[in-house]
């Protein structure tokens, strides 16, 4: 993996996704380069989810060609196991290890994947636990901690493998209000630091302000992909009109 | 409390047997209880099959027929290959120990394959998926992951499984294997006291259901400290 500045970092080429007859992903095309910062956006249903997973193979695509830095997506477990070393994903529901105490689940995977020996594993968990501003809570269990904290643990989770990509699913909306933006904070932080992402979210104040991109998605399809200023101000498709009606009308 | 002098002895090498049976019928028991699971839990219909046909089967008869069935029974099978080498061997005795011992292990085997099997189902599938998103092998995945989550979710269950195994050891005094129960029989036939000589076999096997139960307690609570742990 020869770092070719030019190169896509995430390239999506007619790809297509089947749940039996029921096709949730059609005809993608996404091409995403170093540094930039996506939001996808769309109405429940719409794919959203889908078409990140299938970045990290979580789901695997039927159609198209998905390439990562590179490597392309196909059954090869070592292009697979290659690929989740590059992207870390973070969860809606946070999805902590809930048998391992806070700074275990942030080493474990730096143990088992990366080979880090433990005292190393320990000191970079301890450095991404104080850069999402919660080192004091290093001994304890994922259950013991706000869901704030939980989902900023997860962050730094995926932030100890030091992934070139960060796929964020929702990470926000199993939230209480006030805890939001604790966890946007630590997003607009990375992004800030030029941390390739695509994040998954209806939180369109943090996708005016960060994003670099926005894409539309409905029924399975990109719709329209747009800087902030276009997307909100003129959005070109109808449907993109519609649902910016519907969720900023709160 | 006379009438009780001279049978220390038999008592407590009958709960010697009462404990060796315990241990070796659990070790089966979670073997069968795992087999079991994994069968149902498999995408091959038959396998599916199999172990559903084991816990109707086991569940659905009484257990004390079970352990004679499968005494008789395996004495028959093991006489008819034995005559198949040498005709002569007209009768080939099984231990009652081996015989009752994986009797109550296939009963109590085929309840535990429920509990494996939603322990199973009940980890977090989040969980799964993310340490498969940290590039976690399946190999890896299961042994960090699921059966650290899976052990936590089944203890409890199994603590009651464990129980049931362990009286269940009484029964197999009708084919003869000399634990507490068949000591108490021979007791009352020379003293005439039923009511001392089960008293005591009484006791015996509330303490050691009180052992297991004490036990199966410290590791839930080793377990639960980190989801009601100190805070
Ligand atoms: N494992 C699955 N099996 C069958 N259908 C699925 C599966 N996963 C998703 N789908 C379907 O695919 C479609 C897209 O799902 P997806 O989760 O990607 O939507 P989404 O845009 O993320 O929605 P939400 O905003 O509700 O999270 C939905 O209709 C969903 O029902
Ligand atoms: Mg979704």
Known sequence: MSDNPTRPLIEMAAVSKFFGDFQALRNIDLVVHKGERIVVCGPSGSGKSTLIRCINRLEKHNEGIITIDGIELTDKVADIDAVRREVGMVFQSFNLFPHMSIIKNLMIAQQLVRKTPKKEAREIAMHYLQRVKIPEQAEKYPIQLSGGQQQRVAIARALCMKPKIILFDEPTSALDPEMINEVLDVMVDLADEGMTMICVTHEMGFARSVADRIIFMDEGEIIEQASPADFFDNPENERTSAFLDQILKH | MDVLNGWWDDYFWGAVIVAKVFIASLSLMIIFGLLGAAAKLSDNRLAQKIGGAYTV??????EILVILL???????ALTALVQ???PEVRFVDVPPFWAGTIAIALIVGSYATETFRGAFLGVNPGSIEAARALGMSPLQTFFYIR???????????FGNHMLSLIKDTALISIIGLNETMFVAKQAITVTGKPFTMYIVVGLIYLGFSTIITL?????????????????
């Open chain 2, 215 to 231: 036990t199966v307690m410290g590791i839930e609570k080793y377990g639960n400290r980190t989801t009601v742990g100190a805070q």
């Open chain 2, 70 to 76: 499968l005494y008789f029974g395996s004495a028959i």
């Open chain 2, 57 to 62: 089967i086991f569940r659905g008869t009484p």
């Open chain 2, 84 to 86: 198949l080498f040498n």
């Open chain 2, 147 to 157: 059966i650290p989550e899976m052990w936590r979710i089944a203890l409890p269950p």
